[in-house]
Structures are given as C-alpha cells and as structure tokens.
C-alpha cells in the first residue's frame, strides 16, 4: 500500500499539467488519508465540538471578569461522577482490546458495565443540578451558575449523543449478526469518543475548580 | 516516494527529450477501496421524498432554498416600498419594516446563499465530480435535509406568532433583541434563535459528508490538484463552516437563555421605566464578537463556492485552461485560513482598543492579495480565449465585474478611518450586497443555467435567459450604486423613516429611483422561476455535455446521471478538467477520463 501521508501542502504544490506528475497521479487511489471514513467522522465530529466548547471556554474567561461574578462551590458528588467518568473510559479501553482480540463474549459484559456507567455518570450529573436547585442556586442568580448549567447540559448532551451509538454497536453484537472488522472498528470509535469526553470533562471541572 | 516511481519519471523525462515520445501503455490502478455498498430506495416515499441519493438531496435544497429566499425577495419589496415612498403604505408600520429589514437579511445571507452553495450545489455536484457514486453518509445526508427543512419551518412559523418575527436586525444584538419594544422579542426571537441552531446542527452532518467524500471518496486517479475548482471552493467553504457555525450555534443557546431563563450572559444591568431589570453585568460585546467570528467566514462561505464555480463556467465557456490552476487553490486555501481573523472589522464603532481595530484592518488588507490574485486569473483566462457569449458565461462577466466593484469599496471599508464615518450607512448596504448579495447571485443564475441540462436533461429557455440577465445586472447597478451616494451624503441604514432630515433633499429621487429599479428586478425572478418551471417539462431536449465541458459529471452514461452516477466501473481519471484547446491534437477538449494513448498526441499544455 501506497504511503498516504504526505502534507497538504505538499499535495496542493504539485504540478497536475506535468507529464512526469501526470504518471504519479494516474497511480493515485482517491484517498488523502490512510483513515476510514467513519473513523475520519468521528475526529470531524470532535474537531467541530471542541471548537464549541473552546467557545463556551472562552465566553466563560470573558465573563467571570465582570464584578458580579460569584463562584460556585462544587459538591463532593462532582468529584464521584469525576471517578466514574474515567472508570468508564477505563473500562471502554478495555473492551476494545477485548474486542480486538476477538474475545467478543467478554466484550459483550463489558459494553454492558461500560453504559451502565455511563447513565449513572448522568443521574449523577442530574443530581448535583437537583443539588444546586434545591439550594436556590438557579441559572438566573449568577453567571457562574448559568455557565455551569449550560455547560453540565451541553456535555450531557454529547454522552447521550456517544449513548445512541454505543446502543447501536451493543445491539449489532448481541443480535450476533456483524461483521468482524467493522465491528471492531466500531467498539473503537466509540472508546475514542469516550476518552475525547473525559478530556473536555476535565478541562470543563478544571475551570470550574479554578475559579 | 519510492524507487519505482523516481525511474519512471527519468524513464519518461529521457523518451520526450529524444522527440520520439512513445505513450506509455494506460495504468489502471487497482481499486484499493472498495466499491460503496450503495443504498437503494425501494419506494416512491424512500426514492424521491426520503431520499438518500445526494442528486435528489441536492434538489431539496435547492428548491427549499429558493421558496424561503422568495420570501425574502418579498420582505425586501415592502422595505424598498416604505424607503422610496413613505407614509403611502399604511401596512407598513416601524414595526413590519424592521420585521421585514431582519428576516431578509437572514434569510438571504443563511437559508438561501449557504443552503444553495453548500446543500444544493455542494449535494448535486461533489459526488459527480469527483467521480463518486454517493455521499459516504447518505442518511446523515438526508437527515441533514430535514433537519434543514425544520430549520425553515421553524423561521417560517414566527411570521404567524403573537408579536410576529423578530425585528432585531439581521446581527440580533442583544441587549435590543431580547427586550420589549423590539418587534417579536416575545416569541419570534425564541423562534429565530431555535430556527439557527437546527441549522447549524443540520448544516454539521451535511458538511461531514461533503468534506469526507472529497478527501476519501474520490474516483482513482483523482488527485487534490486534479479536482474541479468548484469542488475546492465548496470544500473550503465547508471546512469553514463546520468551524465557523459553532460560534453562531454558543451566541444562539447563551442568547436564547438570557431570554428564557433570565442568565445575563449578555445582558448588562438594564433600566427601564424607572426600574432595574433582574440582568447584571452581561457583555453585549461578547455577543458581537462571537457573532461575528461565524459572521465573517460566512462571507467566504458564500463567496468560496462562487469562486470555484465561476472558474469552471468561465474555463469552459472561454474554451481555454484556467490560468493558474495552483495559484487558485492557494488564494481559496488562504482566503479561508484569513477569513478567521478578521471579525472585528465588523467593530470597528464599537469601542475596542485602537490596536486592535489596527490588526483587523492589516489583516482585512491582506485578504485583498490573494482576492485580486484570483480577478487577475479570471481575467486572464479570458485573454485571448474562445469567449462564447452563453449565457452562464454572461453571469460569470457579470460576476467579475461586480465582484470587483464591491470588492473595492470593502478595501475602504476595511480601514478603520473611512469606515467610521461610513459605518451603518447606505455605503455599507451597497457594499455588502454587492460583494456578498449580487456577485454570488451572478454565480447561482450562471451555474443553474449551465447545470440545468445535467438535472433535468433539457435546456433552459434562451431568450428569457437572456432578459433576466441582462434586467438583473443592469438593475442591480440602478440599485446599488446610488446607495453608495446615499452613504456617502449620511444617510443611514436600518431608519424606518428619514422625515424631513436635511440628509434626505437630494436622497428623495434617489430612493424612489432605486425603488422602482427593486421591484423590476425582483419580478424578473419571477420570469426565471417561470423560466425553470417551464423548461424542466417543455424546454429544449440538450444533448450529452451541451457545453463539450471536461469535468466527470457530465460523462456519466446517462443524462440526467442515475442513481448510482456511473455505471457498472466508475471512471478513472487520468487528467484535470482543463484540457480545452490543447495542441498537438485533432479533438478540442479532452475529458478528464480520457486515457493517456487516446489522445498519444496531445502535447503538455503552458500554463
């Protein structure tokens, strides 16, 4: 297989009109990365959510310079949702080695614990917004409550998005009607998308912790 | 590189250099990927309404777009009528005039331009192009469509809620647009705000699609630098938008919270009446600047797929190879990185660091090189080509002139001296629309009548092509350049009414001129529509490839191409798409799958 790494801007230096590029280019594939599509998706998807979320990041910087801005104090129960976030990542990790390794009995279990996780990761979210209302801290007393809810709700929002998939892909396995490769492919595109949300969910605590 | 392909190229640099140059037998490169599992419809329902073919796709946008952008066209009649002749229509009060002056500006800039070029065009054309058989997500494509169309809807809807849509001005400012005395700031905000980021949600499955299709998808034998320059203006446009749409999606949720919750993200401390609102300390500044991060790249969202259409009209109608090539994927490649970092010249009144503007306007300079570098090449394509006065070629004329003409006056815009005196009046109105508004427009009417054999296999009507051209580019010259006069005497945009302002004595006759210029254009459109309508029935049966042009889509085996593009193989490419009226053979253009000992002759064209 031919290399397809080559810069884009090495690829948009050649010369298509020339005779000698002309023979490199009859051997060209139609591919510019050695990536498959869906796999490409995914870091398209996180690419465009990361931009969302530097946004919120830096609205966030913006606004808690302005007087009226008054922390939140963050409840243990963040810190536990924290632990079962990379509990979950953990275990994710895992069950695409298991599935790599075409152990796909265990890997079933293990997508399993991996959802149960990951919906006791939102009640936990849920509850420390119940926390938070039942203290009268609502969206609309402080920007740094609103910034909280907004930004809790939005990564919320992309697990449940991660959840349908990982729905998909547990299906497809217990019906044990896929196929290999793809299914591989698809345990480890969604782990990558697990890890991808662990890491905003430490930058999101992070900056909340900080300030 | 490796071995093989270095002594090849010495092989075949020593056969040219001794005159007897032997071609070398055709290398048909093994297809590594393998063929798309292709959906296929089994129903009326699936085939033509829920559709997962991109070409179908591609319609549905294109006619959603247009039926909202029609509304638009309306909206901006009952603002030309309330401008030319005040107080002589009593349905147009303050309220119904800001309305209109809004939902025009959003409509035509998002649900029409963007949806068409990228939705439309981008559907229709990047799987043909690159010689593709389907999008690589066809049903996060059709989703995309839907969710498009709920996007619309939802816009639509706030026309018929109490209060009626927003009036906030297409830029949606808060604190103004959320507060009462703003028309629809009860619901039709709500509305507008949701109705954007439907949009914008859409819009991100779609651009997945275009953008992945391009780089993965491509036919063998296609390379970056043999694709269409059209294909590179819509996947530049869409890599932009995939970034630049997030920011208008983050100022959307925070706004539509400071309306329904009662956050003050960008609310500041407000009174009114004698009283003090619940909002605190919110940075209406914010807003802007996120605003304004999508509102720029929306621009070039717009103007890239433009570029690269016109490229191709004008290459093929001028029956010469684009000048250039790589200098025109280089000015779109940089056009794109730039278009990020020149927001604030959309500041520039309101009350930023001075340094700062002084970066936006070097930067907003700067994109003035790779611009005129692009002209330049349009002009010189023309030089000495083989112009056919065909209509797309007329728009593709019409666009560079106009280009150029809004193009000029954004270089005095760009600096922040001449724009605060000119800053919110007619010469910013004129600017934009004739840069963003009518030279990209130019592109759409060129491009659909160059495309429409491919879609629908018959030609559009000739004559009627030729009124609407020439009504919609002298008519556009009658609107917009007395808005530069107006500009320039003071008069600003967005005022209901200018009474009996000493601005408006010589403004009058002006107004009532470009009124009545406004309307005759916009019913000209009408006569399009009809146009299209009519011909997609009755029209003139084209032949295959009407305009001998090289590109794939028009050599599928069937026009209009099928489901599935091409037939049984999908083609090879041994080319790019501008190989008109190359020497050393007996045929005029040569088709980009068109093999090296088909043409053994064909010598190495100059460029």
């Avoid at chain 2, 400012?173 to 509305?191: C, F, N």
């Amino acid at each position: 297989m031919k290399k397809k790494k080559e810069s884009f801007f090495k690829l948009i230096s050649q010369k298509p009109w020339e005779a000698s590029q002309a023979i490199l280019d009859n051997e060209h594939d139609g591919k510019t990365l050695a990536v498959s599509k869906a796999k490409l998706g995914v870091r398209t998807i996180m690419v465009v959510s990361t931009v969302i979320f530097s946004l919120f990041v830096v609205s966030y910087s913006d606004r808690m310079l302005i007087h009226d801005w008054r922390s939140l104090s963050e409840p243990w129960l963040l810190w536990i949702n924290t632990v079962i976030l990379i509990l979950t990542s953990v275990i994710f990790h895992r069950t695409k080695v298991l599935a790599e390794n075409n152990k796909f009995e265990k890997t079933k279990n293990s997508l399993l614990v991996v959802g149960f996780l990951t919906f006791a990761f939102i009640t936990g979210q849920l509850l420390v917004w119940q926390h938070f209302v039942n203290l009268g801290q609502y969206a609309s007393i402080n920007p740094a409550n609103a910034f909280f809810y907004v930004l809790t709700a939005l990564h919320g929002l992309h697990i449940l998005g991660g959840l349908y998939f990982w729905a998909k892909v547990t299906t497809q396995l217990f019906k044990d009607n896929y196929n290999i490769s793809k299914i591989k492919q698809n345990i480890e595109l969604c782990a990558i998308y697990w890890h991808f949300l662990l890491i905003v969910w430490f930058i999101l605590f992070g900056l909340m912790l900080a300030t | 590189m490796d071995e093989e392909y270095n002594n090849k190229i010495e092989t075949k640099a020593a056969d040219s250099s001794s005159g007897s140059y032997v071609p070398p037998a055709d290398n048909i490169p093994a297809s590594e990927i393998p063929e798309q599992e292709l959906y296929h419809a089994k129903s009326f329902w699936t085939r033509w309404v829920f559709s997962q073919d991109a070409k179908v796709i591609g319609v549905q946008y294109a006619l959603t777009a247009t039926a909202v952008g029609l509304i638009g066209l309306v909206l901006s009649w009952g603002m030309r009528l309330q401008l030319g002749f005040p107080e002589t229509f009593s349905f147009l009060g303050p309220a119904t005039y800001y309305q209109s002056v809004t939902m025009h500006g959003m409509i035509m800039v998002v649900y029409l331009l963007t949806a068409l070029f990228l939705g439309g065009f981008g559907n229709y054309l990047i799987p043909l192009m690159v010689g593709a058989r389907d999008m690589v997500f066809p049903y996060l494509n059709m989703v995309s469509f839907w969710m498009f169309l709920v996007a619309v809807l939802v816009l639509i809807s706030s026309f018929f809620v109490p209060g009626g849509p927003t009036g906030a001005g297409w830029t949606l400012y808060p604190p103004q647009a959320i507060l009462p005395g703003t028309p629809g700031s009860e619901m039709g905000i709500v509305l507008m705000l949701v109705s954007l980021s439907l949009f914008v949600i859409g819009f991100t499955m779609g651009g997945l699609n275009y953008v992945i299709t391009v780089l993965q998808a491509r036919t063998r034998g296609m390379t970056l630098m043999r694709m269409p320059l059209t294909i590179w203006g819509i996947f530049t446009a869409t890599v932009l938008a995939l970034l630049a749409f997030p920011a208008l999606l983050v100022a959307c949720i925070m706004m539509t919270l400071d309306n329904l919750l009662g956050t003050s993200f960008f609310m500041p401390e407000i009174f009114t009446m004698g009283e003090q609102l619940g909002t605190t300390g919110g940075s209406p500044i914010l807003f802007q600047h996120l605003f304004w991060f999508f509102g720029h790249p929306e621009v070039y969202i717009v103007a890239l797929p433009a570029f690269g259409i016109v490229s191709d009209l004008i290459s093929v109608h001028a029956r010469k190879n684009i000048f250039g090539y790589r200098m025109m994927v280089w000015a779109i490649v940089i056009i794109g990185a730039l278009s990020f970092v020149v927001w604030a010249h959309h500041m520039y009144v309101s009350g930023m660091n001075p340094y700062f503007g002084f970066f936006f306007a070097t930067t907003t300079l700067i994109i003035a090189v790779p611009t005129a570098i692009k002209v330049y090449n349009w002009v010189l394509t023309l030089w000495r080509g083989n112009i056919h006065l065909t209509i797309p070629m007329l728009f593709s004329l019409g666009f560079i002139v106009t280009f150029v003409n809004g193009g000029i006056t954004g270089l005095f815009l760009g600096n922040v001296i001449i724009d605060i005196p000119l800053s919110d009046t007619y010469f910013v109105v004129a600017h934009f629309h004739m840069v963003m508004g009518i030279a990209p427009l130019m592109v759409i009417f060129g491009a659909i009548y160059h495309w429409f054999p491919l879609i629908s296999g018959r030609h559009l009507n000739q004559t009627l092509g030729k009124i609407h051209f020439w009504i919609s580019f002298i008519g556009a010259y009658a609107i917009y350049f007395p808005m530069h006069y107006l500009g320039f005497i003071g008069v600003p945009r967005r005022y209901y009414e200018m009474y009996d302002s000493p601005y408006m004595t010589s403004g009058v006759g002006l107004n009532q001129f470009i009124t009545v210029a406004a309307l005759i254009v916009g019913f000209t459109q009408i006569l399009f529509l009809y146009n299209i309508a009519h011909s997609a029935f009755y029209g003139e049966k084209s032949e295959k490839n009407p305009w001998k042009a090289n590109s794939l889509e028009w050599h599928t085996p069937e026009m209009p191409p099928v489901h599935g593009n091409f037939g049984k193989e999908l083609p090879v490419v041994y080319r790019w798409p501008y190989d008109f009226s190359v020497p050393g053979i007996d045929r005029e253009y040569i088709p980009q799958h068109i093999s090296p000992s088909e043409v053994p002759t064909a010598k190495v064209e100059k460029t």
